[in-house]
């Protein structure tokens, strides 16, 4: 090892050292989508992930980046990038795993340490959030993995059908 690089080497690897968190890192080859439902992706795991060709988005990213922006961009800054108030979920969901992104969603969050108090209100009983879960989670998936660009995305599938079926039962249920 070149030991001038050592420090940098150390910090880069610290995300992946601290022992609470359990999941490595996510990549643009983990996060590749192997197989399709209804116009919705998955990884070889079966953890729901984004499909991105030619500049062309599938749904579910394109909705989350939508819902991302009504809903979280606020305090998250847009795209994920952040604000002084709260971390860039960009990053935060490289080392994140889907069922702890669902249930911080869901419960919220509250950060009393250090003499600041910032709050990530609970989502669980808001439906334009936590029908659109999925959706949020494969859009930031694919902005930490560097898969999608900041900004609008330029081109989208066509919104399946399944998308319109439990969207319906969702928000109406
Ligand atoms: C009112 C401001 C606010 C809104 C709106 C908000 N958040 Fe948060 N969120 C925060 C704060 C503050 C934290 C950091 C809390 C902590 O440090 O424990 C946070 C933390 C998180 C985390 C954990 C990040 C990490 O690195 O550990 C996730 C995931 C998250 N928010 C997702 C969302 C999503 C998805 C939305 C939109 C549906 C959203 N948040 C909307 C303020 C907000």
Redesign the pocket.
Known sequence: MNFRLFPFVVSALLPFLTPTIAASADTKEKAAAVSEEDGKFYDSEGTPTFKIENGTVDWYTFSGYR??HS??H???GPDGVGSS???A?A???KT?DYPT?LS??AEG???VGGGRE????A?GDNKN?YCYLDD?YIY?RARAVDAAPRGRPPNKADKPQAAKDYEASCMGG
């Open positions: 819902r991302y809903d979280c606020v305090c998250h108030y709260a971390p979920l990053e935060s969901m994140m992104f911080i969603v969050r509250q950060n910032n709050v990530m209100p989502f959030v949020i930031l």
